[in-house]
T-cell receptor, first 113, second 114 residues
Framework: DAKTTQPPSMDCAEGRAANLPCNHS???????VYWYRQIHSQGPQYIIH???NNETNEMASLIITEDRKSSTLILPHATLRDTAVYYC??????????????FGKGTLLTVNP | NAGVMQNPRHLVRRRGQEARLRCSPM?????VYWYRQLPEEGLKFMVY????????ESGMPKERFSAEFPKEGPSILRIQQVVRGDSAAYFC????????????FGPGTRLTVT
C-alpha cells in the first residue's frame, strides 16, 4: 500500500470548512484513497473514498489532484462533534491480501467554538 | 440496523488470565477484521476472518493469541496468559461479502491487564 503523509494536527473554527490534506505521491493506478475518522475512544468511522474523480457524500467531499499524488478531505461546515483524528488510507480495493486497513498517525482536527 | 457489537466494552484481567473478546458483525456481513490500538498509537491490523475460515492472521502475535469466527455466533478473539503489554483497545470491523469499500467498526473492547 502507498504511504500517506498528513499533518499531525489542525484547528478549525466551528461553522467553517475544514480542509484536511493528504500526500500519497507513490500511489499506483489501482489504489483508492479512503478517509476514516476516530472520535476519541470510539471505533473508526468510514467517511468517503475515491479513485480519480472528486466525490461528495452527506459527510464530506474528497478532492483528488489530477496526478493523484495528493487529496483533500473537506468538511463543509465543521461542528464541535467533528473533532477527531482523521486518517487518510491508500489501498487496492478489497483484493487478495489488500483488504486490511493500514492506519498511520492521522491528523487531529480540533474544531473550536 | 444494529451496528457492529462488541462485548465486553471494558475487561480487566490479572496477568496470566485469559481474555475473550466477542464481536457480532452487522447483519449480512460475513467478513470480520480485528485491530488493536495500543495507548497513544494507531490501529494495527491483526486478523481477517470469514465464516469458519481465517484468511489472514499476519498481524496476530504468534503466541497466546487466537481468533475464530464460527458458523453460528460471534467472532472471538482469545488472548491466553495475558501480560501488561496486552493492555489496549481491540476493535472489530465487518464488511459484507462483496462489492463494498468500507469496513464498519464496533465500539471496541478496552482490555486492562493488572
Amino acid at each position: 500500500d502507498a504511504k500517506t503523509t498528513q499533518p499531525p494536527s489542525m484547528d478549525c473554527a466551528e461553522g467553517r470548512a475544514a480542509n484536511l490534506p493528504c500526500n500519497h505521491s507513490t500511489i499506483s493506478g489501482n489504489e483508492y484513497v479512503y478517509w476514516y475518522r476516530q472520535i476519541h475512544s470510539q471505533g473508526p468511522q468510514y467517511i468517503i473514498h475515491g479513485l480519480k474523480n472528486n466525490e461528495t457524500n452527506e459527510m464530506a467531499s474528497l478532492i483528488i489532484t489530477e496526478d493523484r499524488k495528493s487529496s483533500t478531505l473537506i468538511l463543509p461546515h465543521a461542528t464541535l462533534r467533528d473533532t477527531a483524528v482523521y486518517y487518510c488510507i491508500v489501498r487496492v480495493r478489497h483484493r487478495g491480501s489488500n483488504y486490511k486497513l493500514t492506519f498511520g498517525k492521522g491528523t487531529l482536527l480540533t474544531v473550536n467554538p | 440496523n444494529a451496528g457492529v457489537m462488541q462485548n465486553p466494552r471494558h475487561l480487566v484481567r490479572r496477568r496470566g488470565q485469559e481474555a475473550r473478546l466477542r464481536c457480532s458483525p452487522m447483519k449480512g456481513h460475513s467478513h470480520v477484521y480485528w485491530y488493536r490500538q495500543l495507548p497513544e498509537e494507531g490501529l494495527k491490523f491483526m486478523v481477517y476472518l470469514q465464516k469458519e475460515n481465517i484468511i489472514d492472521e499476519s498481524g496476530m502475535p504468534k503466541e497466546r493469541f487466537s481468533a475464530e469466527f464460527p458458523k453460528e455466533g460471534p467472532s472471538i478473539l482469545r488472548i491466553q496468559q495475558v501480560v501488561r503489554g496486552d493492555s489496549a483497545a481491540y476493535f472489530c470491523a465487518s464488511s459484507p461479502p462483496h462489492g463494498t469499500h468500507e469496513q464498519y467498526f464496533g465500539p471496541g473492547t478496552r482490555l486492562t491487564v493488572t
